[in-house]
């Protein structure tokens, strides 16, 4: 069932699985619209993978929380892992991004997903406290006109 707390996750790509659960119950819940349920799940599974790969160095027994929220028009994430400190928006406000079209030569290894990841979401921010990377994003939850 779901609930408003943070849900704490293994960081395993196999729990990807459990991960998509999590957000169809919300989904489910709220009653959101598809595409909001697959804008969200896209967000977290880049989020939860470039945590897994990068931060964490591959599959651990670290954690990562993840709390949905919202009311409305709104959807918020929050997003949770405890890895070295990583501001992934930092490579956006720095330019690092090639842009989508791009092709895949001239792109540079890593960073579209941040990009598509900035491309969903209406607000992102970022700060790194009590010895957490927290990410936190609003989505539109509105169907699609």
């Avoid at 697959?38 to 790969?53: A, I």
Wanted: glycine share 8%; charged share 20%.
């Amino acid at each position: 069932m779901f609930t408003d707390q943070p849900h704490r996750f293994t960081a395993r790509l196999s729990q990807l699985a459990a991960v998509n659960v999590y957000i169809d119950e919300y989904c489910l819940l709220r009653a959101l619209p598809r595409e909001t349920a697959l804008k969200l799940t896209f967000v977290v599974e880049e989020l939860f993978t470039n945590s897994v790969l990068h931060g964490y160095g591959g599959d651990s027994d670290s954690s990562i929380w993840i709390g949905l929220a919202g009311g409305g028009s709104m959807v918020e994430l929050r997003y949770e892992d405890a890895a070295p400190p990583y501001d992934p928006l930092q490579r956006l406000k720095d330019g690092h991004s090639a842009p989508v079209t791009s092709t895949v030569s001239g792109r540079p290894i890593g960073g579209l997903g941040v990009f598509l990841v900035a491309q969903l979401v209406q607000n992102a921010r970022y700060v790194y406290a009590d010895g957490r990377n927290r990410l936190t994003v609003l989505l539109s939850a509105d169907a699609p006109a």
